[in-house]
Every structure is written in C-alpha cells, then in structure tokens.
C-alpha cells in the first residue's frame, strides 16, 4: 500500500527469513497441481477419488516437507 518496488523488497527482507522464505518455495513446488491438470486427471480417470487423491497426497507432501525443513532450520540455527 504505497510502497515503491524498492521498499517492497526491502520490507520482504526485513520481515521474511530466509528460512520461511525457502520453506514456502518448496511447498509452492510441491503442491496441488493446476487446474488444467486436475481437469485432465478427471477427464481421464472419471474418478472423483482418484482426482481427490491426486490433490490431497500433494498437499500433505508439500506440507509435511515444508514443515520439516523449517523446523529442523529452526533446530539447527539457520532459521535467523
């Protein structure tokens, strides 16, 4: 809200570690897929399980990953 480019990213930087920052890469990378995916996926299977599973397993992957990383950061002192 009125902040430059610039003090944008210096905001980021002031208020984001780099430990949650990484943390939120790897659940971005890792969970639900696109929605075209989803799409095919049940275009394909004509399963609503299958496409249910197909979100969910990612999502817990992703969160768990997520999780563990940043906790064990945090345990090993790079969360700083």
């Known amino acids: 809200y009125g902040l430059s480019d610039e003090g944008v990213g210096q905001e980021i930087q002031r208020t984001v570690t780099f430990a949650q920052g990484f943390s939120y890469c790897l659940f971005s990378l890792i969970y639900i897929p696109c929605l075209t995916t989803l799409g095919t996926i049940w275009g394909e299977s004509k ?11 990612p999502l817990v992957t992703a969160w768990i990953f997520s999780f563990v990383y940043y906790q064990s950061s945090l345990l090993l002192g790079w969360g700083t």
Not at 47 to 57: E, L
Request: glycine content about 0%.
């Open 47 to 57: 399963s609503v399980r299958y496409t249910i599973i197909a979100v969910v397993v």
